[in-house]
């Protein structure tokens, strides 16, 4: 079973856009792996609150204007 971890900002995302982010992804296997690859391939979308990731020693928090407007 293909799987897909993908871990973003929260609020980075609209609803739609993470829809269309398991649509493609999931496309993307089924590109490598055949149609046969679709009904058991899984996506998951984990969003890290603000504060909850970081890179050199800098804890990251979305800047308002890369969140999502619905």
């Not at 829809?19 to 296997?29: C, G, I, M, Q």
């Not at 089924?30 to 504060?51: C, K, N």
Request: net charge negative.
């Amino acid at each position: 079973m293909p799987f897909a971890n993908i871990k973003i900002p929260q609020a980075a995302l609209s609803k739609t856009q993470k829809e269309e982010l398991v649509h493609r992804v999931t496309n993307l296997f089924v590109d490598y792996f055949s149609e046969a690859a679709r009904p058991h391939t899984m996506v998951l979308i984990e969003e890290v609150p603000d504060g909850g990731y970081g890179r050199a020693d800098e804890v990251y928090t979305i800047p308002e204007a890369y969140r999502a407007k619905d």
